[in-house]
């Protein structure tokens, strides 16, 4: 796939989807995270600059703890000698803008994750509650302190922006109702509200008994085999 896109051995990743790419490691998580969703790719061939646009096709692979994931692939593989390896440390400024691309990466990601289930792209055996939460938190503490941290850092992110979504229930929503505010110079009626706060609750609801339900599906077909 790569080759028929236009990739060539010796050519040098820049970015991707606008994200820099510092290492193979980062243009296989770039890539991974976009099954069969157009990427673009920034290179160098030479001593020239290429845009190359390609879309990854979806593969399930197993990761270390037995689990299916569903990812990209574009059949790009790496030949690293020990010479070509570097140890790269960023300085304290150059960390803080490393640190806000990827809280960045991970808002993209999500949004598209979550707009992939209304193309009928979403696999729905990603979504999981607190079943699935404490499962992965266990399988993650095995892997020391540090995935652990990263793990909850990444739990809070992502509870931060569902949070962030306009429903009413959620702070989104509240901030979605302020704007309406502001844009008609009043508010809306108390009725409004509250029908826009009991369509909010029940899409919560649904929500949660969707993803607990999803949480014991998987569980008990995880048992099985």
Same mark, same amino acid.
């Given at each position: 796939m790569a080759e028929t896109a236009g990739l060539e051995a010796g050519d040098v990743i820049i970015a991707v989807d606008g994200y820099a790419v510092h290492g193979f490691e980062d243009f296989q998580r770039l890539v991974a995270t976009?099954?069969?969703r157009p990427v673009t790719?920034?290179?160098? =061939?030479?001593?020239?600059?290429?845009?190359?646009?390609?879309?990854?096709?979806?593969?399930?692979?197993?990761?270390?703890?037995?689990?299916? !994931? =569903?990812?990209g692939r574009v059949g790009v593989s790496r030949d690293v000698a020990e010479t070509d390896v570097t140890l790269y440390r960023p300085g304290p400024v150059e960390a803080v803008g490393m640190t806000?691309?990827?809280? =960045?990466?991970?808002? !993209? /990601?999500?949004?598209?994750?979550?707009g992939d289930f209304f193309v009928g792209r979403g696999d729905v055996e990603q979504l999981g509650g607190p079943v699935k939460v404490a499962k992965v938190s266990g399988e993650v503490a095995t892997l020391g302190i540090v995935a652990l941290i990263n793990?909850?850092?990444l739990l809070s992110l992502?509870?931060?922006?569902?949070?962030?979504?306009?429903?009413?229930m959620l702070d989104g929503g509240h901030l979605l109702y302020y704007l309406v505010e502001a844009v008609r110079g009043r508010p809306l009626s108390m =009725?409004?509200?509250?029908?826009?706060? /009991?369509?909010?609750?029940?899409?919560?609801?649904?929500?949660?008994?969707?993803?607990?339900?999803n949480d014991t599906l998987f569980a008990y077909f995880g048992i099985l085999r």
């Open positions: 976009s099954p069969e790719i920034d290179l160098e =061939r030479g001593s020239a600059a290429e845009t190359i646009v390609l879309t990854p096709e979806a593969v399930e692979v197993e990761d270390r703890f037995g689990n299916i !994931q =569903r990812i806000v691309e990827e809280i =960045r990466f991970i808002i !993209q /990601r999500t949004a598209a994750f979550l793990l909850t850092a992502n509870i931060g922006i569902f949070n962030l979504l306009p429903v009413p =009725r409004v509200q509250e029908m826009g706060f /009991r369509f909010g609750f029940a899409l919560v609801l649904a929500l949660m008994v969707f993803t607990l339900f």
